[in-house]
């Protein structure tokens, strides 16, 4: 049975993965909590246990935010994502884009190229 500690909801953004500091994969996050995202990417795997980082690019306004992850699980279509150490400046952020009660463009995003 799945276990979490804060409210997963299903938000929309662009996210960068990034692997020894340089950005590997570009994705789309589909749900997002306080302890971590689920990133659409397709069927890229990554190793269960494997530290990135994850670049939360801005959302309504918000200026974009990179924290270091674990994967947790992974799929052919994407990877759930762990924070692994979160300032609270950063925790904040994360309940403004959780819980911000201000109309969101409903434009459906898609995944960026990343070079």
Same mark, same amino acid.
């Given at each position: 049975?799945?276990?979490?500690?804060?409210v997963?909801?299903?938000?929309e953004?662009?996210?960068?993965l990034?692997? *020894?500091?340089?950005p590997v994969?570009? #994705?789309?996050?589909?749900?997002?909590?306080? %302890?971590?995202?689920?990133?659409?990417?397709? +069927?890229?795997?990554?190793?269960?246990?494997e530290?990135?980082?994850?670049?939360i690019?801005?959302?309504?306004?918000?200026?974009?935010?990179?924290?270091?992850?674990?994967?947790? *699980?992974?799929?052919?279509?994407?990877? #759930?994502?762990m924070?692994?150490?979160?300032? %609270?400046?950063?925790r904040?952020?994360?309940? +403004?884009?959780?819980f911000?009660?201000?109309?969101?463009?409903?434009?459906?995003?898609?995944a960026?190229?990343v070079?």
């Amino acid at each position: 049975m799945e276990h979490r500690c804060s409210v997963r909801k299903p938000l929309e953004f662009q996210l960068l993965l990034y692997k *020894h500091g340089l950005p590997v994969q570009s #994705g789309v996050c589909r749900n997002l909590c306080l %302890g971590g995202l689920f990133m659409e990417s397709g +069927a890229r795997e990554w190793r269960k246990n494997e530290y990135l980082e994850v670049e939360i690019l801005g959302q309504n306004g918000m200026p974009s935010m990179r924290l270091p992850v674990v994967v947790v *699980h992974h799929n052919d279509k994407g990877a #759930g994502l762990m924070f692994d150490v979160v300032t %609270g400046a950063q925790r904040r952020r994360l309940r +403004a884009w959780l819980f911000d009660t201000q109309p969101k463009d409903k434009t459906p995003v898609t995944a960026l190229a990343v070079a």
